[in-house]
């Protein structure tokens, strides 16, 4: 083949490439934005073992993290300071949450540890309480399922997940100047949906979610991030804020510096307690 | 425009064709996919009639002749170029195009490999009491793992032997050391399938393979091993350590020039419920002169010179 044709060829190739398709620019822009905001927090990697033979894409390797934080937060209605240790997962989607409120002048607030799995929501004595008799108890709380869940789906990952998961659902805008990602959630969060702004780095520094169900209205809550860096021990590369603002209505609910999050997908699980599970098939939001 | 592109795409498509018969055709496309190969040929067997298990196996766990297994042995399976799945829960797994063929830098390679490594959702599950330990385990492998020291990798870690020789009354199995990636020294096991019965375990010293006995179900030979030390992990990455009452089940089914095996691992002391590892797949080494070549001596000189946590 002569210099000619295959300069001919590519160029004709890079024609075709660069000529923007008349129809389908919502799913580019979507999927340049989506990418854009997973790359940002360097959620996706692939394996170089092999790479002779193979030529593997990238995953989204985020499951299991750790975070630990310290700051005010809102226990039983009041905003105490709280050292918060949190646990989570997306595969399967879990949280737990365990707050030590600061001693103050009335006495120690409550120790509270909330847990969340698929679909169980339940309070833990101790971490893991209810697994093996005699060590903990488990108390369920499915009333809360919804709420933790959301927490959970309202993290920059989480957002990113639920985009990529409900596929052209998701909605991508610029409003004042900035990126906005909507996108709706499914399982027992059907009927909400998360709204994400991006800043210039591509880095979710607001969410919001809202109910599309007024019954799920009180679900109405946002949360802000700021300072990210990479504040593993173990480094990852993968970005994690170090400042989480929640709000609800307005009021503020937590406070939060972190102090490590842990990306490593480390060994954090969420084993269901055999009570909370019995105590699920009888709740109206398990139905 | 449709009609543009499509000519533009049907050039493109021609020089591609010409470029690769310009090159010879030889030139396959690379794997988007960690899917273990499907079998091929038919399944010997030896004079008993069972299968025939004998051969020089190349699955040292992470590389399958040269396909990137380590992700679907963790149990992520990269389906296509466009889907992957968490082979234990089925949930499907978000994936992204490259945007560079450019080759990783030691760094990044390091951090892809550990990440990609625990991603998946089967994962042991550990009374309460130890997932503090498990973590801290893992989170200082560089330190913690009992295998980085030239230490045998011992059982399920070992996965599957490198070179299998079966006999009438017996199987042998053997496992070569290696450095890099997985710093183990050599381990062989001689297995007997007479239909004997275990040692009861408190007459057993606990050794890094325990004392396992053999039997066929059906076409898949189930090796059952208890009486272990309490030395060695589950496997390389999760800090996934054990007690002396461990009891592994593993099963290794042959079917053509593929070699399956899962483990099942009990451990009252440690564990909550019974755990089974994501199955693994081996290629029969294909040259009928395949030699197991010399382990190379295990001698650790890395971790004086670790001062991150960053490991495997």
């Known amino acids: 083949m002569t210099a000619t044709i295959r300069t001919a060829l590519l160029l004709a190739c890079v024609s075709a490439i660069a000529v923007p398709p008349a129809r389908g620019q919502g799913a580019a822009d979507r999927g340049k934005v989506l990418r854009a905001a997973a790359d940002a927090l360097a959620m996706g990697r692939w394996s170089d073992i092999g790479t002779q033979n193979t030529r593997l894409p990238g995953i989204d390797i985020v499951n299991t993290q750790e975070l630990i934080a310290s700051g005010t937060t809102d226990v039983g209605g009041r905003m105490v300071k709280a050292d918060v240790h949190v646990a989570l997962g997306y595969n399967p989607p879990a949280m737990r949450v365990d707050i030590t409120p600061a001693p103050e002048g009335g006495g120690a607030a409550q120790h509270v540890i909330e847990t969340v799995r698929e679909t169980w929501a339940w309070n833990e004595s101790q971490v893991g309480g209810g697994l093996v008799p005699g060590k903990g108890t488990a108390t369920p709380a499915m009333a809360s399922l919804r709420e933790r869940l959301l927490r959970l789906w309202m993290l920059p990952f989480g957002v990113v997940k639920a985009a990529y998961a409900a596929g052209d659902k998701t909605v991508v805008s610029a409003e004042g100047g900035a990126t906005v990602i909507t996108a709706p959630l499914s399982g027992p969060l059907a009927g909400m949906s998360v709204?994400?702004?991006?800043?210039?780095?591509?880095?979710?520094?607001?969410?919001?979610?809202?109910?599309?169900?007024?019954?799920?209205?009180?679900?109405?809550?946002?949360t802000e991030y700021s300072d990210y860096a990479d504040h593993a021990e173990v480094l990852t590369d993968i970005k994690t804020p170090g400042h989480i603002v929640g709000k609800r209505d307005g009021r503020t609910v937590f406070d939060l510096t972190v102090k490590s999050w842990e990306t490593n997908n480390p060994y954090l699980v969420f084993p269901v307690p055999p009570n909370v599970k019995a105590a699920a098939t009888t709740s109206p939001t398990s139905r | 425009m449709k009609r543009v592109i499509a000519t533009a795409a049907a050039i493109c498509v021609a020089g591609v064709v010409l470029v690769a018969q310009e090159?010879?055709?030889?030139?396959?496309?690379?794997?988007?996919?960690?899917?273990?190969?499907?079998?091929?040929?038919?399944?010997?067997?030896?004079?008993?009639?069972?299968?025939?298990?004998?051969?020089?196996?190349?699955?040292?766990?992470?590389?399958?002749?040269?396909?990137?297994?380590?992700?679907?042995?963790?149990?992520?399976?990269?389906?296509?170029?466009?889907?992957?799945?968490?082979?234990?829960?089925?949930?499907?797994?978000?994936?992204?195009?490259?945007?560079?063929?450019?080759?990783q830098n030691n760094e990044e390679a390091e951090r892809a490999a550990a990440l990609l490594?625990?991603?998946?959702?089967?994962?042991?599950?550990?009374?309460?009491?130890y997932w503090d330990m498990v973590k801290y385990n893992d989170h200082n492998a560089n330190e913690e793992d009992p295998s980085n020291n030239c230490m045998p990798a011992g059982v399920p870690r070992a996965g599957i032997p490198s070179y299998i020789a079966q006999f009438p009354n017996y199987v042998v199995f053997i496992y070569p050391g290696q450095g890099g990636l997985i710093a183990t020294q050599t381990m062989y096991r001689m297995i007997p399938t007479d239909g004997r019965k275990h040692t009861p375990l408190q007459e057993l010293d606990g050794s890094y393979t325990g004392e396992s006995i053999a039997r066929w179900e059906g076409d898949t030979l189930v090796v059952d091993a208890w009486g272990f030390n309490a030395n060695t992990w589950f496997d390389q990455i999760g800090g996934y350590m054990h007690g002396e009452?461990?009891?592994?089940?593993?099963?290794?089914h042959r079917d053509g020039n593929t070699l399956t095996w899962t483990a099942t691992v009990e451990d009252p002391d440690y564990l909550l419920e019974p755990w089974t590892t994501t199955p693994r797949v081996a290629l029969l080494n294909p040259n009928p002169n395949a030699m197991l070549p010399e382990s190379q001596p295990c001698s650790e000189r890395d971790l004086a010179h670790i001062v991150t946590k960053e490991h495997h």
Do not use: C
């Open chain 2, 23 to 103: 090159g010879g055709g030889a030139r396959q496309a690379p794997r988007a996919t960690n899917a273990p190969p499907k079998p091929t040929g038919t399944t010997p067997r030896t004079p008993d009639g069972h299968p025939d298990l004998t051969g020089v196996w190349n699955g040292l766990g992470d590389n399958l002749n040269g396909v990137p297994n380590q992700i679907a042995n963790n149990g992520i399976a990269i389906e296509s170029a466009s889907v992957a799945r968490d082979l234990h829960s089925a949930q499907l797994v978000t994936v992204f195009p490259r945007l560079s063929n450019r080759p």
């Open chain 1, 195 to 222: 709204r994400a702004t991006l800043d210039a780095k591509n880095l979710i520094t607001k969410v919001e979610a809202r109910a599309d169900n007024p019954a799920l209205a009180n679900l109405a809550l946002q």
């Open chain 2, 245 to 252: 009452n461990m009891h592994v089940v593993e099963r290794f």
């Open chain 2, 117 to 129: 490594r625990r991603s998946g959702s089967n994962r042991p599950i550990y009374k309460p009491e």
